[in-house]
């Protein structure tokens, strides 16, 4: 299997030109073969986690995410659904007019980027999502437990389990990879915002610059399979609710996560609620 794509220049120069469409089949099928697995195994999972005793003060819901976060999920999600079709479609023969749709949304996805790391760095917590030692050391854990059933179950975690972790930090790779040199490659092509200068870079440049937009855009297929996957297990019912009205039930946050690892206060989301349980802050 060939990893990349290479072809002669004028000169009659061999160049790196692009990724190989063999590495796109490749993780569509990592993904798939992830999600067999899991659901093979998923019946020993469940019915491991049991809720933590009190609760007392809790509201019925308690706010996961904030409506800058939930409106910053939701255009990134349609910008790269957009960006996946008009990206890999042509390469497998589903031809039509994809090349202003697919930099139209790459625009699209660079503001709402934007938008989430000042918002991230304004109003939410850094730290929540960072993955630490500990994380490791449990995530190293619980993957013992789960695949051989040996030594104690890890502790529940704060916000953000230990995989949602990785998986933003895997994201964040891959995307921050396919949107510079996507911004990059905009100077090949005819479009309003850059004077367009095919010969800024060498061909052997612009050949790397191609093959991590590809290794980018590949990495993000993979994710976004297993990503959809998680939102419609049923036992992840409670987190994929939080993304489109923000909040979960006390029972679910008392089930999944440490009250001492996840301070959420008294009525952290409970608008129904006194006064006194009102929510006093967005937990994005």
Known sequence: MELFQYASNPWGQEVLVRISWSLFWLALGAGVLFVVGHLALRGRWQGQHTATAGGAGLPEKIERH????????????????????????????????????????????????????IHATVVLSFSDIWVSGRDVKEWLQGLR???????????KPGKYPVDHKMFHHAATVGGLAAIITGVLMMFRIEDPIFPRDPYMYSDGTWGVIYVLHGIGGV????????????????????????????????DEFLEHHDPERWDVGEGDADTDAAPSAAAVSEQG
């Open 145 to 155: 437990h789960d695949l051989t059933g040996s030594g104690e179950a890890p502790p």
């Open 66 to 117: 904030g409506m800058g976060a939930r409106l910053f999920h939701w255009v990134m999600a349609l910008s790269m659904l957009v960006l996946l079709i008009t990206g890999f479609l042509p390469q497998i023969g589903v031809q039509f007019s994809w090349l202003t749709l697919h930099w139209v949304f790459g625009l699209v996805l660079v503001v709402s980027i934007v938008f989430h790391m």
């Open 219 to 250: 990495l993000l297929v993979g994710l976004t399979i297993t990503h959809v996957y998680f939102a419609i297990l049923p036992e992840k019912r409670g987190i994929t609710r939080s993304m489109i009205k923000g909040w979960i039930t006390r």
